[in-house]
């Protein structure tokens, strides 16, 4: 199977899907579909649980998705862990991963802004990474680098908290989102020593000076100890691309091949290079996140552009695997609400095709719609597919 995993498919006040991605329409009245909950709960879905879930892995889910953990297995130079500044990937370690943000006063709160918003080299934010190093040392955490080159925190100590992922504060009350849980105490206490340093980091004094938005706070997410998850689904060796390091630290921690994708070019990556690669043999997931980003920042018209494009590229891949026997699927990982914010225990709609069904023409007398199906959990989706 070839799988396109995409991040805000659906979202309220969308138009009808054969007006935004006519492929989709089509796939659903000649293969099959319906929808699917990745993941159960309140928890803010961009926090990418459904990649637990979806590579057979058993999370519990009173306690953050060990986000930090999993970018830490990625690897700064984006290869299996195996270098001496990381534990044991089954050490008990916590892990957290770490950014930066501008908290903005709006009346009587505090809102959040993305890393989108403020913009941030990679350079800056190690700068105040390393500059904050030392004062959480003392509370026994230590700085380390994980995929992509992103930050991340670990401690000795097993703590665990209910945190939101930097992806998804954008726009978000300060005062209703923070920590949550038994570790909730220890975050707070880096968060606000964090804060008190970067009020005095000569990095946003530049910034200022240069009319740039302060990074005024540190975000912590994805806080909790990475021992070996339960297997609750068989899962054969694949290939996986993602823009996120964390989905490709579960993905090789399942035995796959990961590799990074970037989206900032439009459609650049669904190339026929890529293409080729993917239909070569065995199964593969492809996660796509800028819909659910562009939304995210109030940018409906790019969105819905994006996803027209993406049409067309489904289209390309369905004509090149028509004749090869595999199945094309195409889900969404969660939808999104009228402000662009995920919708944790929505169903997101599906659809798979294979064969001459990937390029047959709707009929007039085939009924089914893009979504319409049987609502299936996520550990009986990917059940169907894997096994």
Known sequence: MVLLLIDGLTAAGDPPMGELCPVLERLAARGRGGRVVWYPGSEAPEGERFAFTLFGLDLALDRDAPLGYYTALTGADDTALA?????????????????FTHLRRKKDDLVFLSPERTGQTPDELWALARSLAPDWQRDGWSLRTGGDGLPLLSNPQALSARTLPLAALEGRSARENLFQGPGAGALHRLLITGQLHLARHPGNAAREAAGRLTLNSPWFWGVAAGPALATALSVPAGRCWSGSAALRGVARQRGWVAQPLDEIDGMAELDDTLLTRAIA???????????????????????????????????????????SGRTLAVAGSYALDARGWGVAGEPAPWVAARGRHLTARR?????????????????????????
Do not use: K, N, Y
Request: net charge positive; with cysteine; glycine share 14%.
């Open 83 to 99: 270098r001496a500044d990381l534990p044991d990937p089954g050490h008990s370690h916590t892990w957290a991963c770490l950014g």
């Open 281 to 323: 043999g065995g199964p593969v997931v492809i996660h796509l996140r800028a819909p659910a980003l562009l939304a995210r920042h109030g940018l409906t018209e790019q969105r819905r552009r994006r996803l027209r494009d993406l049409s067309g590229a489904v289209d390309r891949w369905a004509a090149a695997l028509a004749g």
């Open 363 to 387: 009929r007039f007398w085939q009924g089914r719609h893009w979504g319409a199906g049987p609502v299936m959990t996520g550990a009986e989706w990917a059940g169907t597919w894997w096994q």
